[in-house]
């Protein structure tokens, strides 16, 4: 997923270890997508394309 970040948009992601199965995905410090808020892990692609839509011009 990092990696599609990366190629996708263009910007390299700050991966931040944590624990308890937490999964937060933040862009410039809005929360995207939270794991436990989906109650899922995020499907393929799912990320990329909430940032788009969170930043259209980005």
């Known amino acids: 997923m990092a990696a ?29 997508f939270d794991k436990k808020q989906a109650g899922r892990f995020p499907n393929e692609r799912e990320v990329v394309d909430l940032i788009t839509r969170a930043f259209p011009s980005a």
Not at 4 to 25: C, H, N, W
């Open 4 to 32: 599609e970040i990366a190629t996708d948009l263009g910007q390299e992601p700050q991966l931040i270890k944590g624990s308890g199965g937490i999964f937060v995905v933040t862009a410039d410090g809005k929360v995207v």
